[in-house]
Nanobody, 116 residues
């Protein structure tokens, strides 16, 4: 099973930026689809951004133009660059890997709080 460790969360003022990282253990990282999800208090977990093993990306409408997902297969790490943050982006952010057969693994989450 893949172990995932997220980092980079924290408190940031509106309009600020954060970069989340998710490091994976195990092998064959390059074949995984990777995604970032978030869950705000009282809300369901939602997809924020995803990137295929071929590098295609997809974003939630609410973050398009502000967030960028990227991957470094050599470092077995997926990133989420978040710019122009607003209070509605406050949530616990989770990364997820998905194998070609559809098996998924989740990280433990990292808190992002946008507040003045």
């Amino acid at each position: 099973q893949v172990q995932l460790v997220e980092s980079g969360g924290g408190l940031v003022q509106p309009g600020g930026s954060l970069r989340l990282s998710c490091a994976a253990s195990g092998s064959i990282f390059s074949i995984f689809a990777l995604g970032w999800y978030r869950q705000a208090p009282g809300k369901q977990r939602e997809l924020v951004a995803e990137i295929t093993n071929g590098g295609r990306t997809n974003y939630a409408d609410s973050v398009k133009g502000r967030f960028t997902i990227s991957r470094d297969n050599a470092k077995k790490t997926v990133y989420l660059q978040m710019n122009s943050l607003n209070p509605e982006d406050t949530a616990v952010y989770y990364c997820k890997t998905t194998t070609p057969s559809g098996f998924g693994s989740w990280g433990q989450g990292t808190q992002v709080t946008v507040s003045s």
